[in-house]
Every structure is written in structure tokens, then in C-alpha cells.
């Protein structure tokens, strides 16, 4: 019992200064562009670090360590893939997205394709957006709550309600801030968990010892799970509301370039070190259930250790709830509210419509996880569309002239009925709903520009015979 009151003080403690972060930095956000956008430039390794932290969920502390237990250290891709994307954010997009000044995916893709195009991606990346928090909350709550020792409904309420207080609060810049907080516990946490396991297996000639030698394989899950994950991470970091809404924040296209390079960093870092926790609980606790691979090991910490590490699991619940209704709440701001409810732009009512949206874009999904747990069966729609949206965005800045507003609007539309059956229908022949969402736009838009040149050439052909036939006199 006292072993668990100084894990709850940690925690606390830890709460208490993100509280401390949203009051002080609270005036920044009294007008709804500063609510959004954090009010000011803020320098390139914070915003790094923001976007990083924002992956980092339970699904990627927990969820690695598990899938390390059953296959090995290639597990890390599920989390290095998302650094290789950042990798290739900052080489193809950073300077682009930055140049082009929007701070919603929906508005960026609106410039290029249409406003039909930015209707459509909003509903979707809300959608989308809102079921991540309900994964986030059913499966971090149902963790935090045997770490602390309480009811899991109570914890799936508690952190849902202190992210949503803290970012309606704060808005951006108290997410800027406290997700770099959250980052630094999390790398703290994660290596003070690696050290303890490799101590408590013996060191890593026990380790590699003990287990046979495909759990150190690179490619253990396969090479077709490796690229599936690629694609998905690359997807996800190339078409994510808040990390377009974040690249903005910096000055200019090189540290915007810049804070990408930071985010790899950090996420392939991550990524190894909890696939490395996961194959040292195969060999320390082989036959619990895998999912506690990584709370097994934080269990038998000492309770000022296990303080800091639960709080950096929390803060990964934190982080990523946080990105998310920020970022929801910046869509239904930017796309609904102020040009349909509020086109004269009356800044009061502006201000208190994204508070509140921030706050039900927060506590929606703690309902959601609370009662209807089968809604994570449809997580993968986050990944799998913002993959296809990935297709759109590439095309809008290296192909502008492939394809149709049309083609555009009906690539999303097919995208998500074609990667919902493709997941009920099993992924058939094995095949991932990742590459199902790559393949839509590439098709659709392939056919729409295909029909746009044989309506071009149909339209130009009266004009021609008019020109090449002899004049009648």
C-alpha cells in the first residue's frame, strides 16, 4: 500500500506541474489564433519534440514492448517506421507545408483540390482523430489502472479529463510545452526500464543466451508486416492534422525541415529501446500473457523508479490526447464553425467555440471507451486513410496537374469504403489495409486523369477539323 501511495505522489506531482505549465502560459491563447496556433514562433527542437510525443502512445510503449515478447527486436519498426516517415517528411514536405502557411490538412489539400476536397478530409481526420483517443484511453487506462491500482473506468476518466483540462486551458502552447515535458519523461522512463531488465537477466550475453536467435532478427516479423508498417508510419506523419498544425509554429522552412529530423530521432530511439524491454520480459517472465511485458517490469521497480515510469506512461496518454483534440478541435473551428456559424468573424464567440470543442473533443472518446470498447476495432481507419491522404498530398505538391478536384474528392470517399471491407473481409491473401489505401489514389487519380485527357481531346477535336477543313466560298 505505501508502495503504491508514492507511485500515485509521483504522478501527482508530475500532473501538477502540467497544470502549473497551462495556468502560466494560459493568456497566450485569448484569441482563437493563438488558441491554435500557440500565439508565437517556437524553436525547432520543441516542435520536434512536440510531434514525436504525439506518436507515442500506449500503442507504442506498451503495444512495441508486447510484440517484442512474441517476435523480437524487429517489433521496434512499428515505431522506427514513423521516425524513417519523419525522416522523409523533413526531405519532401516540411519546407512545403511551412511555405504554404495552412495549419489544417483539410485546408492545405483545400488550396489544391477544392473546397468539397476540404469538407471531406475534416469529417474523416476528425473521425479519424477521435477514434485514436478512444485506443489511447481503453488501452492506456486499462495499464495505468494495474500499475496504480484502481478501478480501469476511473483511470480512462481521470486522464482523459486532466488532458482535455489542461489543453482547453492552455490551448497549442500549453501542448507545445508540456508535450516536450512528456517527451523527457518518456525517454527517461523507457531507459531507466531498460537498465533495470538488462540488470535483472544478467547482461546482454544472458540475454542473447537465453532466447534463440530469430528474437534478434531485424526483419523477425517480416519483411511484408516491415513494409505495411512503413507505409502506415509514412502515411500517418505525411498527413496528420497536428503535425501540420505544429510545422507552422516554427520561423522557417529550415528549422520546420529541422524539427522533423529531431522527431526521428527521438521515435527510432524509442521504438529500440522498448522492443528491448519486451525481449528481456520474454526471458525474465516467459509465461505471463505478452501485453504485460512491459507493466511486469515496472511492477517490481522501486516505487520512486516506478513513479517516474508510470508518469511517463501517462504522459504518452497525455501527449497523444492532447495532439488530437487540438487537433480535432482546430478542423471543426477552421472548417465548420467560423465559415458557417460565425462568417463575421466575432472573435469572443470564436474563442469560446474552440475551448469548448477542444473539451468534447477530449471527453467524447472517454465515453466511447468506457461503453463501447468494439469501436477499437476500427483504429486501423487513422493509419490506413491518412496513408491515402499521404498519396494526395504528395501528388498535390509534385504532381499538381495528375488528376481532378473530382478524382481527389472520390479517391477519399473510396479509400475509406475500400480499406473498412478490406479489413471485415480478413486483409485477404494476406495482404494489409495499408496497401489497399495507397492503392485508391494511385488508381483513382490515374483514371481521373486518364478521363481528363480523353475529355481534352474530344473537346479540342471539333476545333481542329474546323481549322484543317477548306474554306467554301
Given at each position: 500500500?505505501?508502495?503504491?501511495?508514492?507511485?500515485?505522489?509521483?504522478?501527482?506531482?508530475?500532473?501538477?506541474?502540467?497544470?502549473?505549465?497551462?495556468?502560466?502560459?494560459?493568456?497566450?491563447?485569448?484569441?482563437?489564433?493563438?488558441?491554435?496556433?500557440?500565439?508565437?514562433?517556437?524553436?525547432?527542437?520543441?516542435?520536434?519534440?512536440?510531434?514525436?510525443?504525439?506518436?507515442?502512445?500506449?500503442?507504442?510503449?506498451?503495444?512495441?514492448?508486447?510484440?517484442?515478447?512474441?517476435?523480437?527486436?524487429?517489433?521496434?519498426?512499428?515505431?522506427?517506421?514513423?521516425?524513417?516517415?519523419?525522416?522523409?517528411?523533413?526531405?519532401?514536405?516540411?519546407?512545403?507545408?511551412?511555405?504554404?502557411?495552412?495549419?489544417?490538412?483539410?485546408?492545405?489539400?483545400?488550396?489544391?483540390?477544392?473546397?468539397?476536397?476540404?469538407?471531406?478530409?475534416?469529417?474523416?481526420?476528425?473521425?479519424?482523430?477521435?477514434?485514436?483517443?478512444?485506443?489511447?484511453?481503453?488501452?492506456?487506462?486499462?495499464?495505468?489502472?494495474?500499475?496504480?491500482?484502481?478501478?480501469?473506468?476511473?483511470?480512462?476518466?481521470?486522464?482523459?479529463?486532466?488532458?482535455?483540462?489542461?489543453?482547453?486551458?492552455?490551448?497549442?502552447?500549453?501542448?507545445?510545452?508540456?508535450?516536450?515535458?512528456?517527451?523527457?519523461?518518456?525517454?527517461?522512463?523507457?531507459?531507466?526500464?531498460?537498465?533495470?531488465?538488462?540488470?535483472?537477466?544478467?547482461?546482454?550475453?544472458?540475454?542473447?543466451?537465453?532466447?534463440?536467435?530469430?528474437?534478434?532478427?531485424?526483419?523477425?516479423?517480416?519483411?511484408?508486416?516491415?513494409?505495411?508498417?512503413?507505409?502506415?508510419?509514412?502515411?500517418?506523419?505525411?498527413a496528420t492534422q497536428y503535425i501540420v498544425q505544429a510545422i507552422t509554429t516554427v520561423g522557417d522552412s529550415t528549422k520546420a525541415q529541422r524539427a522533423g529530423f529531431y522527431s526521428s530521432l527521438f521515435l527510432i530511439a524509442y521504438g529500440f529501446l522498448a522492443a528491448f524491454i519486451g525481449v528481456c520480459a520474454a526471458v525474465l517472465f516467459p509465461r505471463i500473457e505478452s501485453i504485460q511485458a512491459m507493466p511486469a517490469l515496472v511492477v517490481d521497480l522501486n516505487p520512486l523508479l516506478a513513479g517516474v515510469?508510470?508518469?511517463?506512461?501517462?504522459?504518452?496518454?497525455?501527449?497523444?490526447?492532447?495532439?488530437?483534440?487540438?487537433?480535432?478541435?482546430?478542423?471543426?473551428?477552421?472548417?465548420?464553425?467560423?465559415?458557417?456559424?460565425?462568417?463575421?468573424?466575432?472573435?469572443?464567440?470564436?474563442?469560446?467555440?474552440?475551448?469548448?470543442?477542444?473539451?468534447?473533443?477530449?471527453?467524447?472518446?472517454?465515453?466511447?471507451?468506457?461503453?463501447?470498447?468494439?469501436?477499437?476495432?476500427?483504429?486501423?481507419?487513422?493509419?490506413?486513410?491518412?496513408?491515402?491522404?499521404?498519396?494526395?498530398?504528395?501528388?498535390?505538391?509534385?504532381?499538381?496537374?495528375?488528376?481532378?478536384?473530382?478524382?481527389?474528392?472520390?479517391?477519399?470517399?473510396?479509400?475509406?469504403?475500400?480499406?473498412?471491407?478490406?479489413?471485415?473481409?480478413?486483409?485477404?491473401?494476406?495482404?494489409?489495409?495499408?496497401?489497399?489505401?495507397?492503392?485508391?489514389?494511385?488508381?483513382?487519380?490515374?483514371?481521373?486523369?486518364?478521363?481528363?485527357?480523353?475529355?481534352?481531346?474530344?473537346?479540342?477535336?471539333?476545333?481542329?477539323?474546323?481549322?484543317?477543313?477548306?474554306?467554301?466560298?
Amino acid at each position: 500500500m505505501q508502495s503504491a501511495w508514492l507511485v500515485l505522489l509521483v504522478v501527482g506531482l508530475y500532473i501538477a506541474i502540467l497544470a502549473a505549465i497551462s495556468f502560466v502560459v494560459r493568456r497566450s491563447s485569448r484569441t482563437s489564433s493563438s488558441f491554435a496556433s500557440g500565439g508565437k514562433v517556437f524553436p525547432a527542437v520543441v516542435i520536434g519534440f512536440l510531434m514525436g510525443s504525439e506518436f507515442i502512445g500506449t500503442t507504442a510503449s506498451v503495444g512495441t514492448a508486447q510484440a517484442a515478447y512474441e517476435s523480437g527486436i524487429s517489433a521496434a519498426w512499428n515505431v522506427v517506421s514513423l521516425g524513417v516517415g519523419f525522416i522523409l517528411f523533413s526531405l519532401l514536405l516540411a519546407r512545403k507545408y511551412r511555405a504554404l502557411g495552412e495549419i489544417t490538412i483539410s485546408g492545405a489539400l483545400a488550396s489544391h483540390y477544392g473546397s468539397r476536397v476540404r469538407i471531406a478530409t475534416s469529417l474523416v481526420m476528425i473521425c479519424a482523430l477521435l477514434i485514436v483517443a478512444v485506443s489511447v484511453y481503453a488501452s492506456g487506462g486499462a495499464i495505468l489502472a494495474r500499475l496504480l491500482e484502481i478501478d480501469k473506468s476511473l483511470a480512462i476518466a481521470l486522464v482523459g479529463v486532466l488532458a482535455t483540462a489542461y489543453v482547453s486551458v492552455g490551448g497549442m502552447r500549453s501542448v507545445v510545452y508540456t508535450n516536450l515535458l512528456h517527451a523527457v519523461v518518456m525517454l527517461v522512463g523507457i531507459v531507466v526500464l531498460v537498465v533495470v531488465a538488462m540488470n535483472r537477466v544478467g547482461g546482454l550475453g544472458e540475454l542473447t543466451a537465453k532466447l534463440p536467435p530469430g528474437m534478434f532478427s531485424l526483419d523477425g516479423v517480416g519483411l511484408s508486416q516491415i513494409f505495411a508498417w512503413m507505409l502506415a508510419g509514412v502515411g500517418a506523419t505525411f498527413a496528420t492534422q497536428y503535425i501540420v498544425q505544429a510545422i507552422t509554429t516554427v520561423g522557417d522552412s529550415t528549422k520546420a525541415q529541422r524539427a522533423g529530423f529531431y522527431s526521428s530521432l527521438f521515435l527510432i530511439a524509442y521504438g529500440f529501446l522498448a522492443a528491448f524491454i519486451g525481449v528481456c520480459a520474454a526471458v525474465l517472465f516467459p509465461r505471463i500473457e505478452s501485453i504485460q511485458a512491459m507493466p511486469a517490469l515496472v511492477v517490481d521497480l522501486n516505487p520512486l523508479l516506478a513513479g517516474v515510469v508510470v508518469a511517463g506512461l501517462a504522459g504518452a496518454m497525455f501527449g497523444t490526447i492532447a495532439a488530437l483534440s487540438i487537433g480535432a478541435s482546430t478542423l471543426l473551428f477552421k472548417d465548420f464553425y467560423q465559415p458557417f456559424f460565425n462568417p463575421q468573424a466575432d472573435e469572443r464567440k470564436n474563442v469560446v467555440f474552440i475551448r469548448v470543442a477542444a473539451g468534447v473533443a477530449g471527453l467524447l472518446p472517454i465515453v466511447l471507451a468506457l461503453y463501447a470498447t468494439d469501436v477499437l476495432a476500427v483504429t486501423f481507419l487513422a493509419k490506413a486513410l491518412r496513408a491515402a491522404l499521404a498519396v494526395l498530398v504528395l501528388l498535390m505538391f509534385y504532381a499538381p496537374r495528375f488528376g481532378t478536384r473530382a478524382g481527389a474528392l472520390w479517391t477519399i470517399v473510396i479509400a475509406l469504403v475500400a480499406t473498412i471491407g478490406w479489413y471485415l473481409a480478413g486483409s485477404p491473401f494476406g495482404i494489409d489495409e495499408a496497401y489497399v489505401a495507397v492503392a485508391v489514389p494511385l488508381v483513382v487519380m490515374t483514371l481521373s486523369q486518364l478521363a481528363k485527357r480523353k475529355g481534352s481531346g474530344t473537346a479540342s477535336a471539333p476545333a481542329a477539323a474546323e481549322k484543317s477543313a477548306p474554306v467554301v466560298r
